[in-house]
């Protein structure tokens, strides 16, 4: 067994450590050999350089109601004392239509109790909530209940979880008349009746048992992507991609979602065969952009990338794994070696697609069985950082256990990642590049990674209203710049 199950024998989690088969205790085994640990409760300290799920300093922020919904806003996330800002204090008066109590352990859903009573959204009626003996008051939601709320209510709840640096917790909901959801708070120590002790238990043994199957992968992960782009007119005026593309296909149109849930399809996007080799998977890109102009055949629209080369279109580089486990180890380190790394040279317009679009951790399971990392921009400004991206994404995912560093854990670092503010960044990225240096793989393309490095240290930004297919070499096109 690769896990260690540490907590301060808190009253609640006796009967948990009963039922797990991980081994447990007060105190980590002085020849324990395993490769994580599991916090539960602030009675001991984070252990030095051991990783671990539900870090100790998490724990505490996410108890202290006024820094976790700084942290919280800052990804994006509503809560209470938000709501009220952007509200001007109305929310005082408004009432939810329904309540949900979400258990969360590692990125999963374990169960969803619902509560369909309406309570005034006050600090006083959050107070009665946390007064509130076990979960008497609602109902435990069934697969066949899984409405449009309860899945909204679930999602924001992992968000919610990995926001806060945590991964588990009880996090209670609040959907209100006009249809916001609302994180009311975060109990990172759940209380725990029989029916969670049972959930909880079943899934800290499948996290030991997916960890243990993960650090005995051999093959390395697949890796596949669909990158958008925008089609603009010589006037700086967005062309609808549907007017030559279809949904479907490697190359297809991809939709946004207006006020009043209207669905508009003004992106194009590449969906280029996967690969497990970075340079292939390049191969493959450029086969689908020659196919994409074919099918665009109006040669005069510019084709843009990057965050958002004109207001309200924010665009997405979207990268697929496969043949590798979705963990929060692999999505933190997607974040830090990759990621915040890339804010480096973000051209300034890219800022404004978070934290809406790209924050962090955002991800999407696919059919596949693989999943979608969703936090990245459109990176195809230029082959070179296009081959960047594939390369050091793809040492990252099969060498994370290898990478220590979690500077998005501290408030400042992730304020500046949502904001844009490079200079703060610069430094703490050269020290990961350094960790990426020490890599097994790295010296096999390190042409390319040192190029990224080099263009990363010197802030040099891609330019999100150039025409793409300049720097691609595709045939035909003229240098146009346009003024959005």
Same mark, same amino acid.
Request: some cysteine.
């Given at each position: 067994?690769?896990?260690?199950?540490?907590?301060?024998?808190?009253?609640?989690?006796?009967?948990?450590?009963?039922?797990?088969?991980?081994? !447990?205790?007060?105190?980590?085994?002085?020849?324990?050999?395993?490769?994580?640990?599991?916090?539960?409760?602030?009675?001991?300290?984070?252990?030095?350089?051991?990783?671990c799920l539900q870090p100790v300093k998490a724990i505490r922020l996410a108890q202290n109601r006024r820094k976790r919904e700084e942290t919280l806003a800052l990804h994006g996330i509503k809560t209470v004392s938000s709501h009220a800002a952007k509200t001007h204090g109305k929310a005082?008066?408004?009432?939810?239509?329904?309540?949900?109590?979400?258990?969360?352990?590692?990125?999963?859903?374990?169960?969803?109790?619902?509560?369909?009573?309406?309570?005034?959204?006050?600090?006083?009626?959050?107070?009665?909530?946390?007064?509130?003996?076990?979960?008497?008051?609602?109902?435990?939601?069934?697969?066949?209940?899984?409405?449009?709320?309860?899945?909204? %209510?679930?999602?924001?709840?992992?968000?919610?979880?990995?926001?806060?640096?945590?991964?588990?917790?009880?996090?209670?909901? *609040?959907?209100?008349?006009?249809?916001?959801?609302?994180?009311?708070?975060?109990?990172?120590?759940?209380?725990?009746?029989?029916?969670?002790? $049972?959930?909880?238990? $079943?899934?800290?043994?499948?996290?030991?048992?997916?960890?243990?199957?993960?650090?005995?992968?051999?093959?390395?992960a697949m890796l596949g992507c669909d990158p958008e782009f925008l089609l603009v007119n010589p006037q700086g005026k967005v062309v609808f991609a549907d007017r030559f593309l279809t949904r479907d296909g490697a190359v297809g149109c991809d939709a946004i979602v207006l006020s009043g849930?209207?669905?508009?399809?003004?992106?194009?996007?590449?969906?280029?065969?996967?690969?497990?080799?970075?340079?292939?998977?390049?191969?493959?890109?450029?086969?689908?952009?020659?196919?994409?102009?074919?099918?665009?055949?109006?040669?005069?629209?510019?084709?843009?990338?990057?965050?958002?080369?004109?207001?309200?279109?924010?665009?997405? *580089?979207?990268?697929?794994?496969?043949?590798?486990?979705?963990?929060?180890?692999?999505?933190?380190?997607?974040?830090?070696?990759?990621?915040?790394?890339?804010?480096?040279?973000?051209?300034? !317009?890219?800022?404004?697609?978070?934290?809406?679009?790209?924050?962090?951790?955002?991800?999407?399971?696919?059919?596949?069985?693989?999943?979608?990392?969703?936090?990245?921009? !459109?990176?195809?400004?230029?082959?070179?950082?296009?081959?960047?991206?594939?390369?050091?994404?793809?040492?990252?995912?099969?060498?994370?256990?290898?990478?220590?560093?979690?500077?998005?854990?501290?408030?400042?670092?992730?304020? %500046?990642?949502?904001? *844009?503010?490079?200079?703060?960044?610069?430094?703490?990225?050269? !020290?990961?590049?350094?960790?990426?240096?020490?890599?097994?793989?790295?010296?096999?393309?390190?042409?390319?990674?040192?190029?990224?490095?080099?263009?990363?240290?010197?802030?040099?930004?891609?330019?999100?209203?150039?025409?793409?297919?300049?720097?691609?070499?595709?045939?035909?096109?003229?240098?146009?710049?346009?003024?959005?």
């Amino acid at each position: 067994m690769e896990t260690f199950f540490l907590h301060g024998q808190e009253q609640e989690v006796i009967a948990l450590t009963e039922r797990i088969q991980i081994p !447990s205790g007060t105190r980590l085994p002085e020849d324990w050999q395993g490769q994580r640990v599991i916090h539960w409760g602030t009675s001991h300290d984070d252990v030095p350089n051991v990783p671990c799920l539900q870090p100790v300093k998490a724990i505490r922020l996410a108890q202290n109601r006024r820094k976790r919904e700084e942290t919280l806003a800052l990804h994006g996330i509503k809560t209470v004392s938000s709501h009220a800002a952007k509200t001007h204090g109305k929310a005082d008066v408004q009432t939810f239509i329904r309540k949900y109590k979400v258990a969360v352990f590692h990125l999963q859903t374990l169960l969803v109790y619902e509560k369909k009573m309406t309570h005034l959204l006050t600090e006083q009626s959050l107070q009665q909530q946390r007064q509130l003996q076990g979960t008497a008051a609602y109902a435990e939601v069934q697969p066949s209940q899984m409405s449009f709320h309860v899945r909204r %209510a679930s999602r924001e709840a992992v968000k919610a979880i990995y926001a806060l640096g945590l991964d588990y917790g009880l996090v209670t909901i *609040g959907i209100t008349r006009a249809g916001h959801t609302l994180v009311l708070d975060v109990e990172p120590v759940p209380r725990l009746n029989n029916r969670l002790i $049972q959930l909880f238990a $079943q899934a800290i043994d499948l996290y030991d048992q997916s960890l243990e199957k993960e650090l005995g992968r051999q093959e390395h992960a697949m890796l596949g992507c669909d990158p958008e782009f925008l089609l603009v007119n010589p006037q700086g005026k967005v062309v609808f991609a549907d007017r030559f593309l279809t949904r479907d296909g490697a190359v297809g149109c991809d939709a946004i979602v207006l006020s009043g849930h209207r669905v508009i399809l003004p992106l194009a996007e590449l969906r280029p065969q996967p690969a497990v080799e970075p340079l292939q998977l390049m191969r493959n890109l450029r086969v689908t952009m020659g196919l994409a102009a074919r099918k665009i055949s109006d040669a005069s629209l510019a084709w843009l990338a990057g965050g958002m080369p004109v207001r309200g279109y924010p665009l997405g *580089g979207h990268l697929h794994f496969s043949r590798c486990w979705l963990n929060s180890h692999l999505l933190r380190a997607l974040d830090t070696y990759l990621a915040l790394p890339l804010i480096l040279i973000e051209d300034l !317009s890219t800022c404004d697609r978070r934290p809406r679009y790209g924050f962090l951790g955002d991800y999407r399971k696919k059919s596949h069985g693989g999943f979608e990392y969703r936090t990245l921009p !459109s990176w195809i400004a230029t082959p070179e950082l296009t081959e960047g991206v594939f390369t050091l994404a793809s040492l990252i995912v099969n060498n994370y256990w290898r990478l220590p560093r979690q500077p998005l854990q501290e408030h400042d670092v992730q304020a %500046a990642y949502y904001r *844009g503010e490079k200079h703060k960044l610069l430094s703490i990225v050269h !020290s990961l590049w350094r960790d990426l240096e020490q890599l097994r793989g790295y010296e096999l393309h390190q042409n390319v990674l040192d190029r990224l490095k080099s263009q990363l240290l010197s802030m040099t930004s891609w330019k999100e209203t150039v025409d793409i297919r300049i720097a691609w070499r595709m045939t035909k096109v003229e240098p146009l710049v346009v003024h959005t």
